[in-house]
């Protein structure tokens, strides 16, 4: 059997070795509870996750005591959105997002409608982005949150969210933005992004499953969320809980990692993306490229290749680590909502294949990828007779022959 090749590093990435060997001692010989500071094991874990805390707030330019630990992304979501929605419900219940939001935020919006609260949708244009002005223009007296992707997971499209947060803090309402997909990958400094809040996981940035942030910035008066969850009060009485010692200094050895190396793997991968991206394009006709052609994530690669349906492509590529779109939704046979939103027709929506390239991917796996791809591509194709009659001329295609949407 080959080697298996991963290209599924926006669903989750593998623990980096350094990342797993700081967590070891936490796992085994220093195991105590960081509430029982009383005691030597308790002592250590305290400081282990103090020292971890500083990890992740440097990464993204905050200060220690504005970074609350969670399960998750899908954890921090639910707490930034519901909690702001319901700490603040005296003050309005208008809430601003997107169609293409991660379905942590969608439903947790949906949930809050079936309480009253009112959510304006914003459409995106045809790369997936949401621009400033159409979120001013959605702005009422009654708008207490705006809560925008930064990075989408799906089609790597970086949205302008500091734009968006200058917006925000003009009308004196709190920004929230799910950044699972962008840090550690992308400058992710809370000062430039200008966001009120931000979710993040560890997991996404070579660190263990299970652990999260939410970044809540100090302001006068302080930002108040209403806890989810109730209990020991840990985390400044917003998310309580046993916190989760060695997942915590996994996620802050990850995040030192990240801070160190993020400009020059991010270099490497994209020359790795546009090889395979370029690499693709030559050995298949009716390709095309999801997403914004530029203002994208370094390791997101969505393509649409006409005539095929992404699940039948992935069907043959067992040992290669592909998708057909978020990890949430993709055994789902229906076509991507994000895609959908951005005006895809369905026949190409359904095939769409989503490459995620990270940093222990090589030019040997480009390479193997692009010929089993295109391989597996052409078998299928030979198999429709749209493809042949499309050959003929006697069937319109949806992708003209320069590769843009028609």
Do not use: W
């Amino acid at each position: 059997m080959p080697q298996p090749i991963y290209m599924d590093s926006h669903a989750t990435t593998p623990i980096d070795p350094r990342v797993l060997e700081a967590m070891m001692p936490y796992l085994t010989d220093h195991f105590g509870n960081a509430a029982s500071s009383t005691h030597l094991f308790g002592e250590y874990a305290k400081n282990a996750v103090d020292a971890a805390r500083g990890q992740v707030a440097d990464l993204i330019g905050c200060s220690e005591e504005e970074v609350i630990f969670t399960s998750g992304a899908t954890e921090s979501d639910n707490l930034a959105v519901k909690g702001a929605a319901y700490q603040y419900r005296d003050r309005g219940n208008h809430i601003i997002t997107s169609v293409v939001e991660h379905h942590a935020v969608l439903d947790s919006c949906k949930a809050l409608e079936e309480s009253g609260f009112d959510v304006t949708y914003l459409p995106v244009d045809k790369y997936g982005m949401v621009h400033p002005q159409q979120v001013e223009d959605a702005i009422t007296d009654q708008t207490v949150l705006i809560s925008l992707i930064y990075v989408n997971g799906e089609v790597g499209t970086i949205n302008p969210i500091a734009g968006v947060g200058e917006i925000a803090e003009k009308y004196g309402i709190l920004f929230h933005s799910d950044a699972t997909q962008g840090i550690g990958k992308v400058e992710s400094e809370v000062d430039e992004l200008k966001v009120d809040l931000m979710s993040f996981t560890a997991h996404k940035m070579y660190g263990p499953k299970g652990i999260g942030a939410l970044y809540v910035r100090k302001k006068d008066p302080p930002i108040q969320l209403y806890p989810l969850l109730h209990g020991g009060g840990q985390e400044n009485n917003i998310r309580s809980g046993t916190l989760n010692v060695p997942g915590i200094v996994g996620f802050g050895a990850a995040c030192e990692l990240c801070k160190g190396g993020m400009e020059g793997e991010a270099r490497q991968i994209t020359v790795l993306r546009e090889q395979l991206y370029h690499g693709l394009s030559k050995r298949i006709d009716l390709i095309h490229l999801n997403g914004h052609p530029t203002q994208r994530l370094p390791g997101n690669l969505n393509l649409s290749f006409e005539f095929v349906e992404s699940q039948s492509v992935l069907l043959g590529l067992k040992d290669i680590a592909l998708s057909s779109g978020s990890a949430c939704n993709s055994d789902s046979v229906e076509p991507s909502y994000v895609l959908r939103a951005m005006g895809i027709k369905d026949e190409l929506a359904l095939g769409a294949i989503r490459f995620g390239l990270g940093r222990h991917n090589t030019e040997a796996e480009v390479a193997t990828v692009v010929e089993r791809v295109a391989a597996q591509v052409d078998r299928l194709r030979e198999m429709s007779p749209l493809y042949e009659m499309a050959q003929g001329g006697n069937y319109e295609v949806a992708i003209p022959a320069n590769g843009e949407t028609s």
